[in-house]
């Protein structure tokens, strides 16, 4: 090589200080979780699943920075910051019904093998099954007899960044009805055959009825679709509206809206009043991406990560009808899902 | 190293540097300069596409981003390389400085991985991905053509498979090291923010190493004298009728019409899944297996195409695509053809991205040698980018069997009509390198 002496020494100092950096950082980051970890005010647990599981409960996944951390969780709904149980299952995403529960699951590695776990009543695992794709959205019908599951992609096109979406309705017990993707789908009147379109965040009415999200990059829209398991249709019902939840009296549609802003970046989250039409936005002013859930007819929860931290997060309740003030539902929790008996 | 038995080199074309001046070394070793650009690439590659393997992670889970943000941040991936990409090769050609153009591309790179560190938002995290692709778009051309320079033209298919290679051990190494850096974590906790961290100092590492130790290499005027090819002529400007040459139209008109009927692997990949049920889990894993196979195979395929003629390899690498994509589509595959499928991919992409970068590199002037490589490296990849969404609207409207023959039978038609235009039957290795210093000097 050419290289001058002074260059040569240049280069050595610059990968010598980049190494020793990576590798200083790697130590003070190391050691600091593993500080944070072990001062992390546990949160306070019970092992009486069993007398959770017999009252109206919300099972979710734990975000607190223990031990307990992503584990399948279940708290009271009359104490939701109390004592919770926490399973053995390790999820990224949960739903749970009085029949039953579901635990989407990501085990990392070199090939991160995602999958989805079926729960039965106790929430003890009953069955498991691949998915393709990280795990994004999970929904269970009333009865519990249907599960939906919305996973991101990878390899669809070209550049290795390209995502879809994919977006599955299956039985309880492992029968796969199929990617809602081949349902015929009507928008604004016209079918949307984009070849980039995409579905997720599915909400079940009831056995057959279901709401979802479409959207096409080229056309630039999303839609709030209302589909027919049965007749393999979705029909949009308006747009600007993405991962919509059903109330538990079925009157309304809560979803998270960007408000014509084509840009993706903040969401808010809105109730459409499915006999009027009207559209009421929540009181909640930060941007919200979740599939939020209904505790009541009145409130809905919702997810939100912790500001300038990896992985913390809170649900929040906000009243459905745009008053009030949001506040801190369970701590250390995500992924909500209200049972009650 | 590499050692080829080869007789005289022909007369060197068109001004290329002395290798007194530039550190270029004899026939059978390979450059300095060449070698210092895969150490770039290499460690360039592990920066990126350590970040790449956990960013879907990164963005879902720990972010928060939901499907259409991802959209989005596809799009601007997309848009902003072929742009660049024509503009970095024009201008490394106009300056004649073609290192410190595509130095700038790696330290804009490097500049928005220290942007990851403090990104959080979607905007932020988009703006980290755009700049990233800017950089990656300009460095490419004058990178390539840096590496023709300091390449003896009867050696070029070899160096660019040597910087392939190397290229692609990062593109390996680098998911290696964030699954090792997460596994290392409790919880998975700051495991992300340290990979940035290790991206960063790659980056780093990489820009120094092209800042301070890969020759800047020019063709004017200094190194110019002495090449005996167009004395007198100093300074020669690049000309956009340069890249109207009737010899690189030829190979851009091949290359687009192979790259319009080229599917990306992740295509095969699920057409192999849907015939025989490859399990999606190991999705990455076939990813990898290419991958390893283009590493392998990137230098030996350049030799090959220094030794039988460029346009020859570049061509048989897409036969070695259509039978890819007969095993796929013929449901074929099992463990055996599922290797196969593998290699044969690998063997294409050592056969077929090196490769045509030596073609374009001598097909136009010196002066202009950055923007041809630019030139022909986007065509095709618009065209695969057109291929890639033709092929999806045939497979959801015809079906996957349909798509597959029809992308076949385009490939049949292709194959013969680029060997026709690349002249493969009659052209030897040594009318390839001489190519450019046949043509008038401007």
Known sequence: MTITRPKLIALIVICVLAVAGAAAYFGYARSSAEEQISSAPAVAQTSDLAALLAQDHVVFRSAALDDTYSKLSVVSLADPGGQRAVLDATCERVYATQAGGVCLTADRGIVTAYGITELDANLSPTASTQLAGSPSRARMSPDGSLISTTTFVTGHAYSDTSFSTDTVIRRTGGDVIGSIEGFDTTVDGHPLTEVDRNFWGVTFVDDDTFYATAASNTIGKTWLVKGSISGRTMTSVRTDAECPSIAPDGTRVAYKTRHGNPAPGHWNIAVLDLATGRETVLAETRSVDDQVEWLDDSTVLYALARDGSEGQSDVWRVPADGSGTPAVFIPNATSPAVVRH | ?442
């Not at chain 2, 919880?187 to 990979?195: A, E, K, M, N, R």
Request: hydrophobic share 50%.
């Open chain 2, 1 to 442: 190293m590499y050692i080829t038995v080869r007789g005289t080199p022909k007369g060197e074309p068109n001004g290329s540097v002395r290798e007194n001046e530039t550190g270029r070394s004899g026939k059978a070793r390979i450059a300095p300069a060449v070698i210092g650009l895969g150490v770039v690439s290499l460690l360039t590659d592990i920066s990126s596409e350590s970040v790449a393997a956990i960013l879907p992670l990164y963005i879902t889970v720990v972010v928060g981003l939901g499907p259409l943000a991802f959209g989005f941040i596809d799009g601007i991936y997309q848009g902003i390389s072929a742009v660049v990409r024509m503009a970095g090769g024009r201008w490394a050609d106009r300056s004649d400085r073609p290192k410190w153009v595509a130095f700038a591309g790696y330290a804009i790179s490097a500049v928005s991985r220290f942007g990851l560190l403090i990104a959080t938002g979607f905007w932020a995290i988009t703006s980290v991905v755009a700049i990233d692709r800017v950089g990656k778009g300009l460095r490419t051309g004058p990178r390539d053509a840096l590496i023709a320079t300091a390449s003896e033209p009867e050696h070029l298919g070899r160096n660019f498979g040597v910087h392939r290679a190397m290229d692609t051990a990062g593109a390996l190494i680098g998911p290696l090291m964030a699954f090792a850096i997460l596994a290392m974590f409790p919880v998975g906790l700051s495991g992300y923010q340290t990979i940035f961290v290790f991206s960063c100092a790659f980056a780093v590492m990489g820009v120094a190493v092209l800042g301070l130790a890969v020759p800047d290499l020019r063709r004017n005027p200094k190194s110019n004298n002495g090449s005996g090819d167009q004395p007198g002529k100093a300074v020669v400007q690049p000309r956009w009728s340069d890249l109207a040459r009737p010899a690189l139209r030829r190979l851009m008109i091949a290359a687009g019409a192979l790259s319009l009927v080229t599917i990306g692997d992740g295509f095969i990949y699920l057409a192999l899944q849907d015939g025989d049920g490859v399990p999606p889990a190991y999705f990455p894993l076939l990813f990898v297996g290419t991958n390893f196979a283009y590493l392998v195979l990137a230098i030996p395929m350049g030799k090959l195409a220094d030794r039988i003629g460029r346009a020859r390899v570049f061509v048989a690498g897409y036969v070695l695509l259509l039978g890819c994509y007969a095993i796929a589509g013929l449901h074929l595959a099992g463990l055996v053809g599922l290797i196969a499928v593998l290699l044969m991919l690998g063997a294409f992409y050592a056969a077929t991205d090196g490769v045509l970068a030596a073609l374009a590199s001598r097909l136009v002037p010196e002066a202009s040698r950055a923007s041809g490589i630019s030139a022909a490296q986007t065509v095709v990849a618009l065209a695969r980018f057109g291929a890639s969404i033709g092929f999806g609207l045939l497979w959801q409207f015809a079906g996957l069997s349909t798509a597959l023959l029809v992308m076949s039978l385009g490939l049949v038609a292709a194959i013969p009509l680029a060997g026709w235009l690349l002249h493969v039957r009659t052209t030897r290795p040594q009318d390839e390198t001489a190519d450019a210093g046949q043509v008038p000097a401007p």
